[in-house]
């Protein structure tokens, strides 16, 4: 059973930056899309960024899109979200997600089944 445990959270100025890590057990997540979602209070679930198996493509939700970096390294079982320029609607529980299927590719929240607990992000303006 695929186990994922987000770090890297906490407050920070807006403009300033963080790097989110997202470490994996129990599986080879080597093989699967791994994904960042956030959720801010009172809103769902929205997809952030992914990153394929093989790392050679990745896809940014609109928001974040120059702003943040997916990578990983599948040689220590972890992804990774570097965040620049922060805004204050960027707070929110930022999860890193593995894929239910191997070697697919997807940005849908419904193609994720193994996920972490979340880490905080809050931005202050």
């Known amino acids: 059973q695929v186990q994922l445990v987000e770090s890297g959270g906490g407050l920070v100025q807006a403009g300033n930056s963080l790097k989110l890590s997202c470490a994996g057990s129990?599986?080879?997540?080597?093989?699967?899309?791994m994904a960042w979602f956030r959720q801010a209070p009172g809103k769902e679930r929205e997809f952030v960024a992914a990153?394929?198996?093989?790392?050679?493509?990745?896809d940014y939700a609109a928001f974040v899109r120059d702003r943040f970096v997916v990578s990983r390294m599948n040689a220590y079982q972890a992804a990774y979200l570097q965040m620049n320029d922060l805004h204050p609607d960027d707070t929110a529980v930022y999860y890193c997600?593995?894929?239910?299927?191997?070697?697919?590719?997807?940005?849908?929240?419904?193609?994720?089944?193994?996920w972490g607990q979340g880490t905080q992000v809050t931005v202050s303006s």
């Open positions: 129990g599986g080879l997540i080597s093989y699967y899309t």
């Open positions: 997600a593995a894929n239910s299927v191997a070697t697919r590719y997807s940005t849908k929240i419904t193609d994720y089944s193994f």
């Open positions: 990153i394929s198996w093989t790392g050679d493509r990745s």
